[in-house]
């Protein structure tokens, strides 16, 4: 779009599938002042929702709404609240700043309703960021393991504590069994047009629903890596590298990554937005290690988990065997040389084992737990 006044012109050819005999007055042109988005800028919603809600079908409908109009500057995540589909870290920070489901918040401002997204993104979308972001990526099919870089630069000189922050979600999302079902208010059109919710039941089936833009994962945190540029100029280039452990039941050809440059006042000035593929494409660059994204999946129950991840030298391995077996840690490299291992047996319950890890270098590793019950990956990153 060009900034100013530009001229729109309308001209009639048939009126009523006729043509029209007087054709002296089939031209108008009126002038209008488009709006212009910031270069660069993308303008990001964290809608707070959940299939319990519902009211939560209208933020749905305005989610996919501004992502048809506005796709390229926009970036929407659905923060699930109570479902299957929660994930903790995100939905009780972000569920604190609202008053009630369904609410949004645009770049982290005031909590308004869904409806009212359109008129914040477009205040937003013209105020030009002071960095630009684009993402990279690497994905290793076999270990389900996405290594993401964000590569940010700055556009405008700043300083102070400028945070970083990685969201991966996913469209085309279904499930079957309880709390997939929507609560559905807009059902028989009572309650007015939304779209087509009112031509459901309540509640739309499990079978019926697929949900879009769903919050998978968050890294570092709902904050973001704090003190993450220290002071840039115009033309600074940062990087900084994330790392998730994708579940089986996720389709990566559905999924997007969406980086976020968090001002010190909690604000999003910018973010990125791409696809996985369109990610990989861009080429992953290594940078300064975030942080790897311990990923509860609702849908199973967590068997392993290993903490403080990023470590400096002991973690610890949380592990839940259901059945007395030997099981066996082994700690690799990402190109598979196994550089520690060791059985333990006959062991069942809470485990938690000890991980020295002060004599492996920076980088990425990847933990294997195999028992007779029990065969799961987990990443750590040796900092």
Known sequence: LVAGSQPLTGHITLVNNTLDDDTSDNDKIIFVNPIQPATGKIVVAEEGTGTWCG????????????????????????????DPMTIAEYDTPLGASF?????????RGNDIDPSAMEASFITRVQI????????????????GTLSVSIKTT?????????????????????????????????????????????????P??????IYNHVARAISPSFTGEANAFGTATTGNEFIHNFTFSIPAAWNIDSMHIIGLF??????????????????????YLSGTN???????????????????????????LELDIKVKSDVTISISRMDGVIVQQRT???????QQVPMQTDQLTPGCYVIQIAGSNLNKQLILIKK
Not at 64 to 82: P, Q, R, W
Not at 99 to 107: E, K, M, R, V
Not at 128 to 143: E, Q, S, T, W
Not at 290 to 316: C, H, K, M, W
Request: hydrophobic residues 35%; proline residues 5%; aromatic residues 10%.
């Open 290 to 316: 975030v942080g790897f994204a311990d990923i509860l999946f609702n849908e199973t129950q967590q068997e392993a988990r290993i903490y403080p991840n990023p470590t400096e030298g002991l973690s610890i």
């Open 99 to 107: 008053s009630g489901y369904p609410s949004a918040l645009i770049d």
């Open 262 to 283: 968090i001002s010190p006042n909690g604000q999003i000035d910018n973010a990125s937005n791409s696809t996985i593929q369109q990610a990989i494409t861009n080429g």
């Open 154 to 202: 700055a556009t405008q000189n700043f300083t102070g504590n400028y945070k970083i922050a990685c969201v991966l979600t996913e469209n085309h999302v279904k499930g079957t069994g309880n709390g997939w079902a929507q609560s559905n208010y807009y059902s028989g059109g009572s309650n007015g047009v939304m779209g087509g919710y009112e031509l459901l039941p309540n």
């Open 128 to 143: 030009a960021p002071k960095a630009v972001l684009l993402n990279g990526a690497n994905y290793d099919a076999v270990n």
């Open 344 to 350: 333990y047996q006959s062991i069942n319950g809470i």
């Open 204 to 209: 739309v089936p499990a079978n019926l629903m």
């Open 55 to 82: 009211w939560c079908p209208r933020g749905a409908v305005f989610m996919d709404n501004l992502t048809s109009a506005y796709g390229e500057h926009f970036a929407g995540i659905a923060v699930h609240n109570a």
